[in-house]
């Protein structure tokens, strides 16, 4: 199904025309001509089968992958057009990255993981680390500071995670099954936590198979099949657009 690029949104933070992502030539895409954009403070939801796109749509709003064809905006920036050193100082800055499996580093610190995106974007060793502090007070674990990763409980290292990601304060948050490796009690937690940061006015998208945190946390769901927005609403609200 064709779907056309819609004019740009005053206030979106991203803005996907016409992208399309093959690996393989011959292969079908996995993702095929979406266009959409998310609106600054909205939370979007990302639904789909395993294989339909979720992640290949992730990871080109990250820019940690580059479209076969069309164009990815991200905070007023076309990204899909950076070279590297300008991506990953472009992502350092204004993407946040909340992954499934954490993604911690064992061997540094819970306020050196923090820390360490605001060092990769070159922000001073005393804001970083007032900033850091903030947040980790913010997630309900500044007592664990100087502990490292592996002692801590799923639910406190996904808090350090978010810290991470929130550490140079961007414009955008990605979070990849936030709740996926947590059980349902901590995972309710971290709803309720990401649910706290969209209130003070932070961008999300929301990466999940669970239809009931779509459906609690995010304004708008968008589902994927085979690489393509699944349904003539393509997860619009009544009155909204894509």
């Known amino acids: ?7 740009a949104a005053v206030g ?24 959409m954009g998310v609106a600054a403070g909205e939370v979007m939801a990302v639904m789909g089968p395993s294989g339909s796109g979720k992640s290949t749509l992730l990871n080109l709003i990250a820019g940690l992958d580059r479209p076969t064809a069309g164009t990815v905006t991200v905070a007023g920036r076309r990204i899909d057009t950076l070279g590297e050193s300008a991506l990953a100082r472009f992502r350092a800055r204004h993407v946040g990255i909340i992954f499934q499996f954490f993604n911690l580093l064992d ?3 819970v306020e050196d993981n923090v820390l360490l995106p605001a060092q990769l974007a070159g922000a001073s060793r005393k804001h970083a680390r007032a900033r850091a502090g903030e947040l980790l007070a913010r997630m309900g674990i500044d007592q664990h500071k100087n502990a490292y990763p592996a002692r801590l409980s799923g639910g406190e290292r996904q808090r350090v995670a978010i810290a991470r990601a ?9 979070a990849d099954e936030p709740t996926g490796a947590l059980d349902t009690a901590t995972g309710q937690e971290i ?19 669970d239809p009931a945190l779509a459906e609690r946390y995010a304004a708008r769901t968008v589902r994927l099949v085979d690489g393509q927005v699944a349904g003539a609403a393509a997860g619009v609200p009544a009155g909204g657009r894509a």
């Open 1 to 7: 199904m064709k779907q056309h690029s819609l004019p």
């Open 191 to 209: 709803g309720r936590l990401l649910r706290q940061l969209n209130a003070g006015g932070q961008t999300l998208v929301l990466v999940t198979h």
């Open 12 to 35: 979106d933070v991203i803005r996907l025309d016409g992208v399309t992502k093959t690996y393989q030539v011959g292969a079908p895409p996995a993702l095929a001509d979406v266009s």
């Open 107 to 109: 061997d540094l610190t």
């Open 166 to 174: 929130l550490v140079n304060a961007p414009e955008l948050l990605l």
